[in-house]
């Protein structure tokens, strides 16, 4: 089976100095340690925060974290490559190499211009997720609380029809609720959320319904599963809360990221790290919940796991860095999971998206006489 991560924030990571060839202390994604993991590909997510406060900030930000991830590969080239469709994973684990996927975390540095996301497609972009922790000028979030469009922007439908034509897949993680059934609605391929939990276990806003689990499943797509265990258990919440961890961790975590070199400033914030995992967090057993949820729902077809490693500063007991992920496919065997139901789960049903993605994006160019762009 090919095991696939959908969503990890390494990019940043890199931005703060991290060398993937490297056992990194304090990392939960590094080469050596997907190699302990067994996973065999992963999304690499070039996040960009909501608060910038320009489109050319944004977009510049953004061309600068695939820069430097695409170095981080090159500069690896005996374990890991760049990969742009399933079959190109599938031909670097023959060769023993570790696949690298590009995805987009926020549509922001797209702004308004709908010849950005051929631009990012180019350069290797192969999903989009459309928004973050704030409305843009693409969609309304989950965390906003009036909402700027009332779900997709008339710009935002555009964007959809765009990714669909090109063969983007469209990443519905953190976008609102009416967003989401926009969506649906306007595209003509499977869409993915590639790092959201299930609102019936965890009531976090970022959670999908079952509703919109049976929807998005209706339409052929998938929802990955995230680690977090804020996004995992209604519980944890509380307890961070009461730790003021995340508050007092803030501040030292922006001084880290503004000068990754410090030494001072790096331990000062891995001290803040291990206070958290110290925490009484819920098991790694709570993801296996949560894929029970939804295969209950609406069968074994329509999920998958989106960790959203290294950008999360808190982890699941027992499934502390991707190096665990195997702890995670033995429970799904205690539960009852044969071994096809979790290659399954592990890549295959994001795999399959993947491929409708690309054979709708074909199907489009062919009716309009466009090349397609591979």
Not at 19 to 36: G, T
Request: net charge negative; proline share 4%; glycine share 8%.
């Amino acid at each position: 089976m090919f095991v696939l991560d959908s969503h990890c924030d390494t990019p940043s990571q890199i931005m703060r100095l991290r060398d993937l060839a490297l056992d990194n202390d304090h990392s939960q994604v590094d080469f050596p340690k997907l190699k302990r993991g067994g996973v065999d590909g992963a999304f690499f997510a070039v996040y960009t925060p909501s608060s910038f406060r320009t489109g050319k900030e944004a977009y510049e930000y953004a061309c600068r974290l695939v820069d430097v991830t695409i170095d981080a590969v090159k500069a690896n080239p005996f374990r890991s490559s760049l990969a742009l469709s399933p079959d190109e994973a599938l031909s670097n684990k023959s060769k023993g190499l570790f696949s690298v996927f590009l995805g987009m975390e926020n549509g922001s540095p797209i702004g308004n211009d709908l010849s950005r996301i051929g631009e990012f497609y180019d350069k290797g972009i192969r999903y989009m997720t459309l928004c973050h922790s704030a409305d843009n000028e693409i969609c309304d979030s989950c965390a906003s609380r009036a909402g700027r469009w009332d779900g997709l922007s008339p710009f935002g439908r555009e964007v959809v029809t765009e990714m669909n034509r090109l063969g983007m897949m469209v990443d519905v993680s953190h976008i609102s609720d009416k967003s989401f059934y926009d969506v649906l609605e306007c595209s003509k391929a499977p869409v993915v959320a590639t790092h959201s939990c299930c609102r019936a276990i965890a009531g976090h806003p970022r959670n999908m319904t079952d509703d919109m689990i049976r929807a998005l499943a209706a339409e052929g797509g998938v929802i990955q599963i995230n680690f977090f265990p804020v996004f995992l258990d209604d519980g944890f919440s509380g307890v961070l809360d009461r730790s003021g961890l995340y508050d007092r961790g803030e501040s030292i975590e922006e001084e880290f990221i503004a000068d990754p070199g410090d030494a001072a400033k790096r331990r000062k914030w891995y001290g803040i790290l291990d206070e958290l995992s110290a925490l009484d967090r819920p098991s790694y057993k709570r993801i296996a919940d949560h894929i029970d949820h939804v295969v209950g729902l609406v069968g074994i077809d329509y999920v998958g796991i989106g960790s959203d490693f290294d950008g999360i500063c808190v982890t699941p007991d027992g499934l502390e860095d991707v190096s665990m992920v195997p702890v995670l496919f033995e429970e799904l065997r205690v539960r009852g999971y044969s071994e096809s139901d979790i290659a399954k789960i592990a890549g295959g049903n994001f795999f399959r998206v993947f491929r409708e993605v690309i054979s709708v994006a074909s199907r489009l160019q062919n009716v309009s006489g466009t090349p397609q762009r591979l």
